[in-house]
């Protein structure tokens, strides 16, 4: 495949202060459907990741000092530029990333949501005034930008985990530099430029792609001058960025992993759910932490679920991201393909039975076929660790506390799907299913206008929505002595 111009174009040098640099050394970046190498990249150092904080900590207080109409409409036209520009961003998303052009176009879109809802957003950051219960005096709050922020995402979505982040980082007043992920920093360096064509003026927003991450950004935690850190990735590396974050008393946001499970009710309708399946287990290759990771369904409709599931499942086109038609792409690189084969193999050493799929596919790039596990037992890996592959495993449950107590017996809680026409059982399970979103007769729940987050090891903090810009907001009360 000839390298197109998305990506022949893309910017690869470190973005700081409002200015392209080359690093010294370079990383490459290829692409997973076919192994190749695409591009090199600047690799980001901890002396280039201090210069951006210096760039961010200059650009602060003018920015914190910029009218908010000034941000929000910066914000907007970010939104307008990447919806005019769809098509190459989503041609190079998946030229890096893997996932089929439809399924970047729909994050593209997605993506450019978060500008479009913080602009909307910005200029409604208030305080309030009260009298004091008391009297003699008054209370006033006013909220503030926190000040420059760390911003770090994963592969998964290239464009937005990182425009969920920024657009709330801007609408609020906060400078900051993005850490983007080693496998896929060609979409956040395009950004970068597109932001700069929308007005984000030198040092609001800095971007550092490294092959080093700990190291990289290990200065920038235990600099006194950055007030947040805003982490999407794995748990693990959440702790660590935690243990780093309490030393400097930062202010931190923690998306992390997920092992979403997804209910069936024998009161469901079972078409829905299956479609509903389709699009929790599916969706991004099932490279996303709201995937859904396991399939609990109530014996009676058990069954007919698993069949009509690999029926569907069996025939989605498998293929490189950029062929026309292609639902399923590779994964990421040949060590998640080869996790995906560990579990699948755990399973069914175990006794699980593969109705669809199973392996690896042959050939060129990272694909692992469409795959539903039937008669998985209780102690396969599977359903204990994150897949992050298009691998569905189901299990059988008897009554609703079965299911509740099988949902919630993860040490994660991020989503949960729940399919039932019972509204008294919906809520039920809704309010009993220890995660920070649930999604009802609906297999998709990420939403610009929704506060997208977690509980438990699944992390803290929200993104999105109303709630999603306070992450980025500091709050200060003030006392007035009335006479
Ligand atoms: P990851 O390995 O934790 O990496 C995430 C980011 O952290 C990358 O930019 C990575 O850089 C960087 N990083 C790695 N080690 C670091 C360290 N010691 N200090 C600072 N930064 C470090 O996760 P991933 O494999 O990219 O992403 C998949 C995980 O993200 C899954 O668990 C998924 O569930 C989770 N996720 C959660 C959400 C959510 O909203 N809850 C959304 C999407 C994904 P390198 O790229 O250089 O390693």
């Not at 956040?188 to 080093?212: D, F, I, Q, T």
């Not at 790039?365 to 037992?377: C, E, W």
Request: hydrophobic fraction near 45%; proline fraction near 6%; glycine fraction near 10%.
């Amino acid at each position: 495949m000839s390298t197109p111009q998305a990506v022949a174009s893309a910017p690869t040098g470190l973005f700081i202060g409002g200015e392209w640099r080359d690093a010294e050394t370079t990383f490459p970046v290829e692409d997973p459907g076919t192994g190749q190498q695409l591009r090199e990249v600047s690799d980001g150092q901890p002396a280039d990741a201090e210069a951006a904080l210096d760039a961010a900590v200059q650009a602060q207080p003018a920015w914190a000092a910029t009218p908010a109409r000034e941000r929000g409409e910066i914000l907007r036209r970010s939104w307008q530029l990447m919806t005019d520009r769809a098509d190459e961003l989503a041609l190079l998303m998946t030229m890096e990333m893997g996932k089929s052009l439809a399924e970047s176009k729909a994050e593209v879109t997605y993506a450019a949501e978060f500008f479009r809802w913080f602009s909307e957003e910005a200029v409604r950051i208030e305080g309030r005034y009260a009298a004091n219960p008391a009297g003699g005096s008054r209370l006033l709050t006013m909220k503030q930008p926190v000040g420059p922020c760390l911003l770090i995402t994963p592969w998964n979505f290239p464009l937005a985990m990182g425009t969920r982040k920024i657009g709330p980082a801007i609408a609020a007043g906060c400078t900051m530099v993005v850490k983007p992920a080693q496998l896929t920093p060609l979409s956040m360096l395009r950004l970068a430029e597109l932001l700069a064509e929308a007005g984000v003026p030198p040092g609001v927003l800095n971007v550092v792609p490294s092959s080093s991450a700990g190291k990289t950004v290990a200065p920038l935690m235990a600099d006194p001058r950055l007030r947040k850190v805003s982490f999407t990735g794995s748990t693990p590396v959440g702790k660590t960025l935690m243990e780093q974050a309490s030393a400097n008393l930062l202010r931190v946001s923690m998306e992390l992993g997920g092992n979403a499970p997804f209910l069936v009710f024998d009161d469901a309708d079972i078409d829905a759910a299956v479609e509903g399946a389709v699009i929790a287990k599916m969706r991004n290759n099932g490279e996303s932490c709201v995937a859904a990771n396991r399939f609990h369904v109530a014996a009676a409709v058990a069954e007919e679920f698993t069949a009509k599931l690999a029926d569907r499942m069996a025939t989605m086109k498998v293929g490189h991201g950029a062929e026309p038609g292609t639902e399923v792409g590779p994964l990421i690189d040949a060590d998640q393909r080869d996790k995906v084969a560990e579990l699948v193999e755990d399973a069914t050493g175990r006794g699980a039975r593969a109705v669809t799929g199973g392996s690896a596919v042959d050939g060129d790039g990272y694909f692992f076929a469409p795959t539903v596990l039937a008669d998985v037992p209780d102690g396969a890996r599977i359903l204990r660790e994150e897949v992050f592959g298009p691998v569905a495993p189901v299990t059988s449950f008897g009554s609703e506390e079965e299911a509740l107590a099988l949902a919630n017996g993860t040490e994660f809680g991020l989503v949960a799907y729940v399919f039932t026409r019972d509204l008294g059982r919906a809520l039920r399970v809704a309010e009993g299913v220890e995660t920070g979103m649930v999604g009802l007769n609906t297999g998709l729940v990420s939403n610009a206008a929704a506060p997208f987050g977690g509980v438990k090891a699944s992390g803290f903090g929200r993104e999105g929505g109303a709630e999603g810009i306070a992450e980025y907001l500091n709050l200060k009360y003030v006392a007035l002595a009335v006479d």
